[in-house]
């Protein structure tokens, strides 16, 4: 049986102003080098839905959201809300399993890098605040996620992944790219 | 049906069976050849279906049938031809190299005058494991060569398997020349045939097909056929269906009463009319910011040579939606790494050849209620140029919405250039050139900023594992770039934020064969081995970036890469997931508000996980893999390339992050 499947140009030039959230199952090594800022913790997955140890504020502070009339008025978006605590999992590795969970990396594409159907989310994602508004109320061709599908905890978990994703080698440093 | 080995035992077997007069039917069909057979055969009426069901009987040779001679012998005398010889001639005179078929009972005849009359030369019968490879190895095919391959197909089963590729071909107006073998006279049909045999063999496919015919002699067959062929290339160009009647192919005829061969020349491509053509050239010359917006327009090489003449004219930006090989990718004016923001800062918006010129202009927002918004700025005119206003069908939805212009002009696009290129050199003052001059600088550098930033997205999960989409290009583009390479399939190369596309320097009209026209999956692989042959004796080094969920419509099609050396490197995409559809799925669940976990399920390709260099060595073909550290690929290919260059073909399986 042969289908019409593909999308046209349009439409993915549409879905590429989306942005969605959820967990990874793949690419763990590196969420732990962000966090502990050492190279060992290389070749471990992290349980999955391992729920994070520690209350997980974005590591760096947001500024206030842009008022867009899209945006939830709810103030509570405007910091992630308190985590569990679990023996060995960082905020950064419950949020990978989390990402691949909910269909993040469907259009951001495995590592957050972004793709034809979704921008790239990390690293340095947009300020939290307004990360977790456009997750509840995407503006653009993203479904959106309700705090029914995906908790806010779970945000903000999937939000320190991307935070924690790495940076690449500058484009200078990659022969392969060079013009 | 399984035969038994022929031992006393089951000999024995037989002829008890035969005794009980159970094989009446079987041994009807047998005829005079076997003595036995002769003793039961009017016992009952043949039923087509029976001797199927009954074979556990071989018919032997016996000496009392030998003794018996042949009573009507049957064979074409020196003095005749078949007509599926004189078919044959027909073919040749209209310069098929290939027949891609996969074998049926119904064009017997013509495929035995292909291998023996015609010496299996120009065409050269190629072997296909199922009848939509042998389509879609035409449409590739003729993407790359710029004429059509014949195709042949049982009328019935075969053409239904052909369907959704000859649907393909149609949407992406690429002429396949089909020819389908049908036994018309019922009185004649052997059992089979039967169930082979259509009142109207063509109908099924009729309403996305350009033109069909069952000729009933070799003269209206002649006719047919040159007309079949023009019809199809001319455009706006679209597959052909000619049924052959099986006794017409087979049936003998003296030489001296065979027909002419007509020689009536392809028509001409319809241009533009001289007041309409004036008028946009008028119009592009006066506006402040114009962009081209080209899809299906370089019909031959010379479209791409046209198409940088006027806009390097003009200094207008180019927006290449990539259904063919339009615009070189690294050109100053070419913007379509950018195309959003190209359309929305134009005042004159060009549509040539667009497939669908709505959606270039407008976008739909796909979430529970729908609802489009314009991309362009107020007061932006428009002009389109294409066949489509020629050739509509009412069934199949191809055409697409019907956008507001502000001139529309019926004609073929690539044969409408020359005569606009003259117009807006006439009409183009000092001042205004000028102006284009300025433009055109400004173009340039919103381009290479364009690149840039392609660059460095690349960059970005650059080492990870799986290997990245990006990388994978990049890997690729380090291997062939100081090659003649042709890209000859790459699903994800269709859509302008391909990374082929973003990273490589397209400059030859070969270079890109654009996509599927009507998304019909499985086009991929059997279109990569139809480019691939009609590059191979141009020397180019095809390479494809291949789904696999699109290879496992039919796998086979590696088979007819190795049987007939075609020289072919295909690189896997493999992400394990027919993703698209995963995330339409995703879309459902969150609109529904429920269990977005679970919007992967029925969509992946996992548990297990496809092996495809097994696969692709199991059918004689050069595999590696699956690679999914990306610092092992660039070696692969290196080694597969080594392989394609000795003239055959090589798969790398490289497992991918989803996009």
């Not at chain 1, 060992?40 to 209350?55: E, G, K, L, M, S």
């Not at chain 2, 369907?163 to 107006?173: E, G, Q, V």
């Not at chain 2, 001296?256 to 007509?262: D, E, H, V, Y």
């Amino acid at each position: 049986m042969s289908t019409s499947r593909c999308l046209g140009d349009a439409e993915a030039q549409r879905k590429s102003k989306s942005l969605c959230v959820s967990e990874s199952l793949r690419l763990v090594i590196t969420l732990i080098l962000m966090l502990v800022t050492t190279a060992v913790a290389a070749q471990v997955r992290p349980a999955p839905q391992a729920p994070p140890r520690r209350q997980a504020p974005p590591p760096r502070q947001a500024p206030p959201p842009k008022r867009e009339s899209s945006e939830p008025t709810d103030t509570k978006a405007a910091a992630p809300p308190q985590a569990k605590a679990a023996a060995d999992a960082t905020p950064a590795d419950a949020g990978a399993a989390l990402y691949k969970k909910n269909g993040c990396y469907e259009c951001h594409v495995n590592d957050a890098q972004g793709g034809p159907q979704g921008p790239r989310l990390g690293p340095n994602p947009i300020p939290f605040p307004r990360f977790a508004a456009y997750v509840r109320n995407p503006a653009g061709d993203m479904p959106p996620f309700t705090a029914k599908v995906v908790s806010d905890q779970d945000l903000a978990s999937i939000y320190a992944f991307l935070q924690s994703r790495p940076t690449p080698p500058p484009v200078k440093d990659i022969p392969l790219l060079a013009p | 049906m399984a035969r038994l080995r022929d031992t006393k035992r089951t000999f024995i077997q037989r002829r008890e069976f035969l005794q009980k007069g159970a094989l009446a039917s079987a041994a009807a069909l047998i005829g005079t050849a076997a003595g036995e057979a002769q003793t039961v055969a009017p016992a009952a009426p043949a039923s087509p279906a029976l001797p199927a069901q009954v074979a556990p009987t071989t018919p032997i040779m016996t000496a009392a049938g030998e003794a018996i001679g042949p009573g009507d012998v049957q064979v074409i005398g020196d003095k005749q031809r078949s007509g599926s010889d004189f078919m044959l001639d027909v073919f040749k005179s209209l310069g098929f190299e290939y027949v891609a078929a996969n074998p049926g009972s119904s064009f017997r005849g013509l495929h035995e005058s292909i291998i023996n009359y015609g010496g299996n030369h120009a065409p050269e019968m190629i072997t296909c494991m199922h009848e939509e490879s042998a389509v879609a190895m035409a449409h590739g095919y003729f993407k790359a060569e710029g004429k059509p391959m014949l195709v042949a197909a049982h009328g019935t089963v075969g053409l239904q398997h052909a369907s959704m590729a000859l649907y393909n071909a149609w949407c992406d107006r690429v002429p396949v020349y089909l020819v389908i073998g049908n036994y018309n006279d019922a009185a004649v049909r052997r059992p089979a045939e039967w169930y082979h045999g259509v009142q109207d063999a063509a109908l099924m496919v009729r309403d996305f097909t350009k033109w069909d015919d069952t000729p009933w002699s070799l003269t209206h067959f002649a006719e047919s056929a040159v007309r079949a062929y023009n019809f199809a290339v001319t455009p706006p160009m679209a597959p052909v269906v000619l049924v052959l009647d099986g006794i017409l192919q087979e049936q003998g005829v003296d030489i001296g009463k065979l027909p002419a061969i007509p020689k009536t020349p392809v028509p001409g491509p319809p241009q533009g009319d001289s007041a309409s053509v004036e008028q946009a050239a008028r119009m592009l010359v006066a506006a402040e910011s114009p962009v081209f917006v080209v899809d299906r327009l370089a019909r031959t090489p010379n479209g791409m040579k046209l198409l940088v003449e006027l806009a390097e004219l003009v200094g207008a930006g180019v927006i290449d939606q990539t259904s063919r090989m339009n615009f070189p990718t690294r050109h100053p004016l070419n913007q379509s790494l950018r195309a959003a923001a190209a359309v929305g800062d134009a005042d004159l918006i060009v549509g040539l050849e667009v497939a669908d010129f709505w959606a270039s202009v407008n976008t739909l927002r796909d979430q529970l209620h729908r609802s489009t918004e314009p991309r362009t700025k107020a007061g932006a005119k428009m002009i389109t140029v294409t066949t489509g206003d020629l050739y509509v069908r009412a069934n199949y939805q191809d055409f697409r919405r019907l956008q507001d212009v502000d001139l529309a002009i019926a004609a073929d696009g690539e044969a409408t250039l020359p005569s606009l290129i003259e117009a807006v050199k006439r009409l183009a003052t000092a001042d205004r050139k000028r102006v284009f001059q300025e433009r055109s600088a400004k173009l340039a550098e919103a381009s290479r900023v364009a690149a840039d930033r392609a660059r460095v997205n690349a960059s970005y999960a650059w080492n990870a594992s799986p290997v990245s989409t990006a990388r994978l290009s990049a890997e690729l583009w380090a291997q062939i770039k100081n090659e003649d390479w042709s890209l000859v399939s790459s699903y994800y190369t269709s859509d302008l934020g391909g990374w082929p596309r973003r990273l490589w320097n397209f400059d030859k009209p070969y270079q890109w064969l654009g996509h599927a026209g009507g998304g019909g999956i499985g086009y991929g692989a059997p279109a990569s081995v139809g480019g691939a042959l009609a590059n191979k004796k141009h020397g180019r080094l095809s390479v494809a970036i291949q789904t696999d969920g699109d290879l496992m419509y039919a796998p086979g099609v590696l088979w007819t890469a190795a049987h007939h050396r075609i020289p072919l490197l295909s690189v896997m995409n493999n992400n394990r997931a027919y993703h698209m559809e995963l995330m339409h799925v995703q879309r459902m669940c969150n609109a529904r508000n429920r269990s977005v976990d679970r919007g992967a399920v029925g969509s992946q390709i996992t548990d297990p996980n496809i092996d495809y260099a097994k696969l692709a060595v199991s059918m004689g073909v050069y595999a590696e893999g699956p690679i999914d550290n990306p610092v092992d690929l660039g070696p692969a290919l290196k080694r597969a390339i080594a392989v394609v260059k000795r003239g055959e073909p090589a798969v790398v399986d490289v497992v991918t992050q989803v996009r």
